[in-house]
T-cell receptor, first 111, second 115 residues
């Protein structure tokens, strides 16, 4: 089992749609969680951190469910510019100085 | 100007050759990292350095070595390149903070092909 698992997609959605991605992690003692965005052939960039109470940034909402060991990202009112790969990132307990990246979920927003 | 730069951006080499990938940053961060990215596998950590005298192996360090020449420079070497080291390589930096989990800033990547 991968330490951080994501549905690779691709998710193809029309502009204006709401889309949700889930990510599961294997180590229940993991402490920190993030979503990064990676455009095609570009470097990853932090989209948002994920807090226990959930957090929202504009059209993006991140949730953490520790009991089920999953993280979610909800994108509302999708824009063409949201097309990218979304990486789930976890600090795995026992690897205090390292982050573990999921392999990413590809999103294409269609006009 | 980019805060994290990598050279070269693309490199094609042959099996057995020695290759060095270089990373420089102007962000003033203490922490630097080298990752490789392969299709379907995500980013995997090769080496990381929390300051000039602190260098640590990551998940997949075999076949690689690093040098932290200064706070701003972190080089990755492949002593004898092999085809399965063909990948996209990223350098990243982060601030030293209260926790270990500060945002990482990535360079533009180096696409390496080993024939």
């Amino acid at each position: 089992r991968k330490e951080v698992e994501q549905d690779p997609g691709p998710f193809n959605v029309p502009e204006g749609a709401t889309v949700a991605f889930n990510c599961t992690y294997s180590n229940s003692a993991s402490q920190s969680f993030f979503w990064y965005r990676q455009d095609c052939r570009k470097e990853p960039k932090l989209l948002m951190s994920v807090y226990s109470s959930g957090n929202e940034d504009g059209r993006f909402t991140a949730q953490l469910n520790r009991a089920s060991q999953y993280i979610s990202l909800l994108i509302r009112d999708s824009k063409l510019s949201d097309s990218a790969t979304y990486l789930c990132v976890v600090n795995m307990a026992g690897s205090a100085r390292q982050l573990t990246f999921g392999s990413g979920t590809q999103l294409t927003v269609l006009p | 100007d980019a805060d994290v730069t990598q050279t070269p951006r693309n490199r094609i080499t042959k099996t057995g050759k020695r290759i060095m990938l270089e990373c420089s940053q102007t962000k003033g961060h203490d922490r630097m990292y080298w990752y490789r990215q392969d299709p379907g596998l995500g980013l995997r950590l090769i080496y990381y350095s929390f300051d000039v005298k602190d260098i640590n192996k990551g998940e997949i360090s075999d076949g690689y070595s690093v040098s932290r020449q200064a706070q701003a420079k972190f080089s990755l070497s492949l002593e004898s390149a092999i085809p399965n080291q063909t990948a996209l390589y990223f350098c990243a930096t982060s601030e030293k903070g209260q926790g270990y989990y500060n945002e990482q800033f990535f360079g533009p990547g180096t696409r390496l092909t080993v024939l």
